[in-house]
């Protein structure tokens, strides 16, 4: 028998509900439909995205539970490295993309699929991302992408629906969401624009509490292990409970404005509690803790890391030579760091940790030291200023 099966990245909306009854019925194809849940999804969501692929006409559903995959390749290398695209973005939706297109991938050889299929339009990052991935993990699959080729309308796709007695709800709505673990993004007519900002009920985490709220943060070796008096077996437990802390004060709120790989600037709203604190708070210990250097050369790698992984280059070898790197700087980045949280808003007290070089006997910044005298510090500046003052003394150029 011919092969036509086709593992469809299935996500329940419009663009991937069109595929299903457009790659069995036009294409005569056996259409699997895989979601990979980064934290997106509950088992409510679940349960109806599987009833509607199945009335569309897929074979087979299946959700795969890809969160600790998640966080062991990739959201715990964004934390190592402070990740912030623009200093600005935590990465939420290209992260989840690339694990999602990677793990799609594995499922389609797995059960022996001949092609693989998104829904992606023409106009954005995802598909560069699914198309980068797939034709290096299953360069023998054949990718196809209906939404893409036929440059299809969101009118057409519903007609097309509607046509085949699918007359269900796809109206648009007005603000566009995409959750995961790692953040929410937030896209409408308010991010189309390079003036106006999202209103505040765009955002699906309201403000629920007024005031202040402390909040003590533990790390191990780089990882997020406790919340106050909480200690966690799973960093992920612990991210999931700090962002029920963090966002009912509507924390981590902001608009980014990026480069796509596609060429065209890109703008979109995002609220994302717990990345933001677990980042910054990470930041801040390292600071404490490691050499002027090892954070210096962190932040050269790390904006490399976030920016190819943005772009789908998340295969290149090169990116496991950088999670080595930010790998070993993290063994002694432990400690207790002090947050408080208010109305839409943070702020990073101080740290504890057992490596904090604050703690050095060597001398006290602004005050006195122990580990010189002011002779040695004269000497010091007559010879860190000598190259300088040979390159002056040659060119004359006035200061």
């Not at 990677?102 to 106009?123: D, F, P």
Request: net charge negative; glycine share 8%.
């Amino acid at each position: 028998m011919k092969n036509n099966k086709v593992v469809l990245a299935y996500s329940g909306g419009l663009d991937t509900s069109y595929c299903i009854p457009f790659l069995s019925r036009e294409k005569e194809l056996e259409v699997h439909a895989v979601t990979i849940n980064t934290g997106g999804f509950g088992s409510d969501e679940l349960r109806d995205m599987e009833s509607r692929a199945m009335q569309l006409g897929a074979k087979s559903f299946m959700a795969i539970d890809g969160l600790q995959s998640y966080y062991d390749k990739c959201i715990r290398f964004l934390i190592y490295g402070n990740v912030l695209r623009y200093q600005t973005y935590p990465l939420s939706v290209s992260a989840e993309r690339v694990i999602q297109a990677v793990e799609i991938a594995r499922y389609a050889q797995r059960v022996g699929a001949r092609y693989l299929a998104h829904g992606s339009t023409g106009a954005g990052n995802d598909q560069i991302r699914f198309d980068l991935i797939w034709a290096i993990m299953a360069p023998d699959l054949e990718i196809l992408t209906p939404i893409r080729d036929q440059q299809l309308s969101r009118q057409a796709e519903v007609a097309y629906l509607q046509g085949l007695g699918f007359d269900w709800k796809w109206e648009k709505a007005k603000y566009s969401i995409n959750k995961g673990l790692w953040g929410t993004s937030v896209g409408g007519a308010e991010t189309l624009t390079s003036h106006q900002s999202l209103p505040e009920t765009a955002y699906p985490s309201q403000l629920q509490k007024e005031g202040s709220e402390e909040c003590t943060l533990v790390f191990e070796s780089g990882e997020l292990v406790g919340v106050n008096d909480r200690m966690f077996d799973q960093a992920l437990d612990a991210i999931r409970h700090l962002q029920e802390l963090a966002a009912p004060f509507a924390i981590g709120r902001d608009t980014h404005v990026g480069d796509t790989i596609i060429g065209i600037k890109g703008r979109v709203g995002f609220e994302a509690a717990a990345p933001l604190v677990i980042i910054k708070a990470h930041h801040l210990l390292e600071k404490h803790i490691l050499s002027k250097w090892q954070m210096y050369w962190k932040q050269q790698l790390s904006e490399w890391y976030g920016m190819m992984l943005h772009e789908g280059q998340y295969l290149d070898p090169v990116m496991r030579n950088i999670e080595q790197f930010l790998a070993d700087t993290q063994s002694n980045v432990s400690g207790k760091v002090f947050v408080r949280f208010y109305p839409y808003r943070f702020e990073l007290q101080g740290i504890a940790s057992p490596f904090d070089q604050m703690r050095s006997e060597m001398g006290t910044y602004g005050e006195m030291n122990k580990g010189w005298t002011g002779e040695d510090a004269k000497g010091f500046t007559k010879i860190i200023s000598q190259a300088t003052k040979i390159y002056y003394s040659l060119n004359k150029l006035d200061l």
